[in-house]
C-alpha cells in the first residue's frame, strides 16, 4: 500500500533529536531520507549505548528507522560539493547547526536554491535565526528554564523550578518541523514554489504553552504554578493521595463535580456556601468556582485518602468523570499489553536480528499503510550506493573514501539487511 510521501526525497544533515525527529516523520510517511552524518564516528546519538556493542542503540534506531545513511564530511570541499549535486534531486533540505555554520560549507539556503530553487529548507535551531541569542547553544532543559516552563510545574512560588521530565520541546519542534515541511510540499504542489522554515525551539516551547502565553501577551495574565492541578482551576480538577497511589481526577463542571462528591460521600459540598460559589454551580454552564479552596481541597483530600485509587478509577470513569491512578511509564505500556484498555498499534522495526517496538508514530491511517519496517541504518551503509546512483563511478566512490570524504561499509551493509 502506497504511503503519502512516496516520491519526496529529504536530505537531512540534523542531529540529536529535534531534526532527526522531523525526518522520522517523513521516512515514516513515505519519503526517501538521507541521513548525512560525519564519517568517523556518524552523529552523537550513535555513542548513546548501554552495553550492546553496536552503533544503532536503541535511542539512535527509535528516531532514525527507514532512513539511509550517507557518512559524508561537509567540510571538505568535495564532500560539501558532493552534496549540492545531491540537493539538485532533493525535495527538503534539513539542518539543524547553530546559525552560520552551513554557510560556511555553502550548504545554506542561498546556497541549495541555487541548484534546486524550489527546495523546501528547513533550518532548527534553539533561538531562530536571527536576534543576540541565535549564536547560543540550546539544550532542552536550557530553554525549558529560559522560556518560564520549568516555573510552570510545581507548587508554589517559593518551590525549586521542575523541568518535564523528558525532553518535550525537542519533540515538540520536531513534529512542528514535520508538520511545516509537509505543508510547505503541499504549496509547491499547489504553486511551484520552495520555502525556506525558521523552526526553534523557543517557538515549540511557546506553542507547548500556548494558551498560558496568549493570556499574558493579550491581558497581561501572569503564569501561576498549580502542581498538578488541571487548567480550569476547579478544586476537584487535582491529583489526590489514596489508600494505594495517586488518583488524577477532573471533576471541572458543576455537574462532574456532583457525581464525584456522591461516589466519595462528600455530596453536602454542593449545597455548601463556604465551599463554593453556589450562584456559578448552579448555573446553566460554567466551571466549579470555590469560595474557600483550602477547605473544599481539605474535605477532598480527606475522603480521598480512605479509598482506593483503583477502584475509584473504574467509579469515577463510568460515572462521566475522568480519572486516573498515577502510572510509571512502563506500568501504562504493560498494562497496554496485557489488557484490552487501549487499542494501540504494536509496530516493530527490524534491527540487524533484533528488532526496536514502538506504540505507533501517534496516529494511524486507515488508508495508506503502516509505518516502515526498515530499521536505522548502520553509518554509513548506504553512501556507496546513494553515490552509485548520482551517477559516481566505482573509482570515484574509491578515491573520495581514501580521502577521508565518506565512508562505506558494505559489510555491514550487507549484515544489517532484514
Known sequence: MSKPLEGVRVLDLSHVIAGPLASFYLAQLGAEVIKVEPPLAGEVLRSMKDATDTDTPTGFAAINAGKQSLALDIRTQQGAELLRTLAASADVFIENFRPGVVARYGLDYASIRQVRPDIVYCSISGFGQH????????????????????????????????????????????????LSIVSSLHRRAREGVGQYIDA???????????????????????????????????????????????????????????????????????????????????????????????????????????????????????????????????EFLHEVDTTDCVDLPDHRFHQGNTHVRTRGIGFVFDQDGQPTVDGAPGLGQNTHSILARAGLSEDTIAQLERAGVIRTDAEMAASLTP
Open 131 to 178: 536576534g543576540a541569542w541565535a549564536q547560543r547553544g540550546a539544550y532542552d532543559h536550557v530553554v525549558q528554564a529560559l522560556t518560564g516552563m520549568m516555573m510552570m510545574s510545581g507548587e508554589g512560588e517559593d518551590a525549586p523550578p521542575i523541568k518535564v521530565g523528558f525532553p518535550v520541546i525537542d519533540v515538540a519542534v520536531g513534529v512542528l518541523a514535520a
Open 200 to 330: 526553534s525551539m523557543v517557538q515549540a516551547s511557546l506553542m507547548l504553552m500556548y494558551p498560558n502565553t496568549c493570556a499574558y501577551l493579550s491581558d497581561g495574565t501572569p503564569t501561576q504554578r498549580v502542581g498538578n492541578r488541571g487548567y480550569t482551576g476547579s478544586p476537584a480538577a487535582d491529583t489526590y493521595r489514596c489508600s494505594d497511589g495517586w488518583l488524577a481526577v477532573a471533576a471541572n463542571t458543576p455537574a462532574q463535580f456532583r457525581k464525584l462528591t456522591a461516589v466519595i460521600g462528600v455530596e453536602d459540598l454542593c449545597e455548601d456556601a463556604r465551599a463554593l460559589d453556589l450562584v456559578a454551580f448552579n448555573a446553566p454552564s460554567g466551571f466549579v468556582v470555590p469560595n474557600d479552596t483550602h477547605y473544599v481541597t481539605t474535605r477532598l483530600q480527606a475522603a480521598f485518602a480512605t479509598r482506593s485509587a483503583i477502584q475509584l478509577e473504574v467509579l469515577l470513569s463510568d460515572a462521566g468523570v475522568p480519572a486516573a491512578k498515577v502510572r510509571k511509564l512502563e
